[in-house]
């Protein structure tokens, strides 16, 4: 069985017109969020750094936290969200009881995560750009990194969710998984300014440090060839963990 | 035509055979039920059916179509009811409906006026546009059998329908599936409510440990094992002997503690027997029509003593 694409965009839908009875509250953190960011450690911090990498620390921090948004954007669909619907909601059981198959769940539900990083990703993007920090055009090219770094996160965590018994274990994934991830992945500093060569090799394991990258890269307008290690990574590892995603749904939802 | 066809299945967990070589057939238009205790298999059996769960061996046709090859094609012609409610709490009927209108994609105006047609139909109206949270029990369960409809099902799985609801709202939701069937549906339920299978059900398969230990008309199945009428009373299993000394009637009992139960034709000459033994001290009796609980009981439960 493969994925029906209405069926999919069905699942999709269903978060959709849940989300859009809230959105007016849960979008207010979106914008707030950025903001905190960049005026404590752009502007706050920022001001103890003359330079970094040859920018203001608050320009070294944008590109970044862009990424971050769209992390943390696709990760909390996929963790808790995603679990409430799994057990307390049921949504699921309710679905396979329509022509909608495991595969359409997987898909709308992924959907559904890029969805949510783009909403993240956007709202910054537009408070970066009320602090004047969006250099233009070239900083537009980050705005396709946000989908693709909101996929390959919603592929972990989607993986993880289905994996685990409780929802206990979700603190696990964010103190011990993604909060190390946002502190060393090239967004607050430069690892490779910091950590000798053979730590740079297992540095390039992470996978919040490819999009940040990709996401610097395009903000200063500059290519080199490691972007394209960047964006095969994004996307060699987002289909990877959607496969194994794939048979762990269907493992979860029929048996 | 046969709309569901079960030919010899099976299902195991780990070292647990939930359903064992289940075979039944229901024909087009009828009501048939699946009867046992919680945990005989029945939630299974449904899931097998409308292809959720694989079996481990076995095969199932549900309109002719092969539910392993083509399980789309099926769900899209049937609709289940799940023994737990799936709803979304934070939206209303009306937006739930909505919703899983989308699942089988339906398309306005045709999904706004099936919407509009389940919530008459199900008398949801006064209700419509709150959150579901905010629903009783017997509304949210009209509401997630609303949801089963929403795509006109040629086959309407029911799991469990009325457990935990008050008799007011039972009433009504037989007589909203009796109309379903009166238009053609077929429908397939399973209930530990003997009372309520007796009232709905042309077919029974009683089922206990995941076999299937009868099947027939309920009014069969109380004949075939027992008798139409039923003799209840208190009795110390010493005193049964003496109490019934005499008596030339074929003898069909089952005992549950005191309890005795006595399966008859026509319980009027041991009525007058028992009144006649029992002089001065008459113990309570109660005369009723037997009921598929008796049959179940003699089937599973209780051990049945037949006295010829």
Same mark, same amino acid.
Request: aromatic share 10%; charged share 20%.
């Given at each position: 069985?493969?994925?029906?694409?209405?069926?999919?965009?069905?699942?999709?839908?269903?978060?959709?017109?849940?989300?859009?009875?809230?959105?007016?509250?849960?979008?207010?953190?979106?914008?707030?969020?950025?903001?905190?960011?960049?005026?404590?450690?752009?502007?706050?911090?920022?001001?103890?750094?003359?330079?970094?990498?040859?920018?203001?620390?608050?320009?070294?921090?944008?590109?970044?936290?862009?990424?971050?948004?769209?992390?943390?954007?696709?990760?909390?669909?996929?963790?808790?969200? *995603?679990?409430?619907?799994?057990? +307390?909601?049921?949504? /699921?059981?309710?679905? $396979? &009881?329509?022509?909608?198959?495991?595969? #359409? !769940?997987?898909?709308?539900?992924?959907?559904?995560?890029?969805?949510?990083?783009?909403?993240?990703?956007?709202?910054?993007?537009?408070?970066?750009?009320?602090?004047?920090?969006?250099?233009?055009?070239?900083?537009?090219?980050?705005?396709?990194?946000?989908?693709?770094?909101?996929?390959?996160?919603?592929?972990?965590?989607?993986?993880?969710?289905?994996? *685990?018994?409780?929802?206990?274990? +979700?603190?696990?994934? /964010?103190?011990?998984? $993604? &909060?190390?991830?946002?502190?060393?992945? #090239? !967004?607050?500093?430069?690892?490779?300014?910091?950590?000798?060569?053979?730590?740079?090799?297992?540095?390039?394991?992470?996978?919040?440090?490819?999009?940040?990258?990709?996401?610097?890269?395009?903000?200063?307008?500059?290519?080199?060839?490691?972007?394209?290690?960047?964006?095969?990574?994004?996307?060699?590892?987002?289909?990877?963990?959607?496969?194994?995603?794939?048979?762990?749904?269907?493992?979860?939802?029929?048996? | 035509?046969?709309?569901?066809?079960?030919?010899?299945?099976?299902?195991?967990?780990?070292?647990?055979?939930?359903?064992?070589?289940?075979?039944?057939?229901?024909?087009?238009?009828?009501?048939?039920?699946?009867?046992?205790?919680?945990?005989?298999?029945?939630?299974?059996?449904?899931?097998?059916?409308?292809?959720?769960?694989?079996?481990?061996?076995?095969?199932?046709?549900?309109?002719?179509?092969?539910?392993?090859?083509?399980?789309?094609?099926?769900?899209?012609?049937?609709?289940?009811?799940?023994?737990?409610?799936?709803?979304?709490?934070?939206?209303?009927?009306?937006?739930?409906?909505?919703?899983?209108?989308?699942?089988?994609?339906?398309?306005?105006?045709?999904?706004?006026?099936?919407?509009?047609?389940?919530?008459?139909?199900?008398?949801?109206?006064?209700?419509?546009?709150?959150?579901?949270?905010?629903?009783?029990?017997?509304?949210?369960?009209?509401?997630?059998?609303?949801?089963?409809?929403?795509?006109?099902?040629?086959?309407?799985?029911?799991?469990?329908?009325?457990?935990?609801?008050?008799?007011?709202?039972?009433?009504?939701?037989?007589?909203?599936?009796?109309?379903?069937?009166?238009?053609?549906?077929?429908?397939?339920?399973?209930?530990?409510?003997?009372?309520?299978?007796?009232?709905?059900?042309?077919?029974?398969?009683?089922?206990?440990?995941?076999?299937?230990?009868?099947?027939?008309?309920?009014?069969?199945?109380?004949?075939?094992?027992?008798?139409?009428?039923?003799?209840?009373?208190?009795?110390?299993?010493?005193?049964?002997?003496?109490?019934?000394?005499?008596?030339?009637?074929?003898?069909?009992?089952?005992?549950?503690?005191?309890?005795?139960?006595?399966?008859?034709?026509?319980?009027?000459?041991?009525?007058?027997?028992?009144?006649?033994?029992?002089?001065?001290?008459?113990?309570?009796?109660?005369?009723?029509?037997?009921?598929?609980?008796?049959?179940?009981?003699?089937?599973?439960?209780?051990?049945?003593?037949?006295?010829?």
């Amino acid at each position: 069985m493969s994925v029906s694409i209405p069926h999919a965009l069905a699942v999709w839908r269903r978060n959709a017109s849940m989300y859009r009875r809230t959105w007016k509250w849960n979008i207010l953190p979106n914008f707030f969020e950025p903001v905190l960011y960049l005026v404590s450690l752009g502007i706050g911090v920022g001001a103890y750094i003359t330079q970094m990498e040859g920018t203001s620390y608050i320009a070294f921090l944008a590109p970044a936290l862009v990424c971050v948004a769209a992390m943390n954007g696709a990760s909390f669909e996929v963790t808790y969200n *995603i679990f409430v619907r799994l057990t +307390f909601e049921k949504a /699921y059981d309710a679905m $396979l &009881t329509t022509p909608i198959e495991p595969d #359409d !769940v997987l898909a709308g539900e992924i959907l559904w995560a890029v969805t949510r990083a783009c909403i993240y990703g956007a709202c910054f993007y537009v408070v970066l750009t009320l602090f004047g920090l969006i250099p233009l055009p070239s900083s537009l090219l980050v705005l396709p990194i946000i989908p693709l770094a909101g996929l390959l996160f919603a592929a972990i965590g989607i993986v993880f969710s289905l994996k *685990i018994p409780n929802i206990e274990l +979700f603190s696990f994934y /964010y103190t011990l998984f $993604l &909060t190390p991830l946002f502190l060393f992945s #090239d !967004v607050f500093f430069p690892l490779k300014e910091r950590l000798s060569e053979p730590w740079l090799w297992v540095a390039e394991a992470l996978p919040l440090l490819h999009p940040v990258r990709l996401a610097r890269a395009a903000f200063r307008g500059e290519a080199s060839p490691i972007l394209l290690w960047d964006l095969a990574y994004l996307l060699g590892a987002s289909m990877l963990l959607l496969f194994w995603a794939r048979r762990a749904v269907r493992q979860r939802l029929t048996n | 035509m046969i709309i569901v066809e079960v030919s010899s299945v099976s299902k195991r967990f780990g070292n647990r055979l939930a359903v064992d070589r289940l075979s039944l057939e229901i024909p087009a238009g009828t009501c048939f039920g699946l009867l046992g205790p919680n945990g005989a298999g029945k939630t299974t059996a449904l899931r097998m059916i409308y292809g959720v769960t694989r079996p481990s061996s076995g095969e199932i046709r549900v309109f002719g179509i092969d539910i392993a090859r083509d399980p789309r094609a099926v769900r899209a012609r049937l609709g289940v009811t799940l023994q737990q409610n799936v709803l979304i709490e934070a939206l209303s009927p009306e937006e739930n409906l909505r919703v899983f209108g989308r699942y089988h994609l339906l398309r306005e105006p045709e999904l706004s006026r099936r919407i509009s047609e389940l919530i008459d139909f199900l008398e949801l109206g006064s209700h419509a546009k709150l959150p579901v949270r905010h629903l009783s029990g017997g509304f949210q369960r009209r509401l997630a059998i609303a949801l089963s409809l929403i795509n006109r099902p040629e086959l309407l799985i029911l799991d469990e329908p009325t457990t935990g609801l008050d008799p007011a709202v039972r009433l009504a939701l037989w007589s909203r599936v009796r109309d379903l069937r009166a238009a053609g549906t077929t429908v397939l339920l399973t209930t530990h409510y003997m009372d309520e299978a007796q009232r709905l059900c042309e077919r029974v398969a009683i089922i206990s440990e995941g076999r299937v230990i009868d099947e027939g008309a309920p009014g069969d199945l109380i004949v075939t094992h027992l008798a139409p009428e039923t003799a209840e009373f208190d009795c110390a299993p010493e005193e049964e002997s003496a109490l019934f000394s005499g008596l030339s009637l074929p003898l069909r009992r089952l005992r549950v503690g005191r309890r005795v139960m006595i399966y008859l034709d026509d319980a009027t000459s041991l009525i007058d027997h028992i009144r006649h033994r029992d002089q001065g001290d008459r113990r309570a009796l109660v005369v009723r029509p037997t009921n598929l609980e008796d049959v179940f009981l003699a089937l599973t439960g209780t051990r049945l003593e037949g006295q010829e």
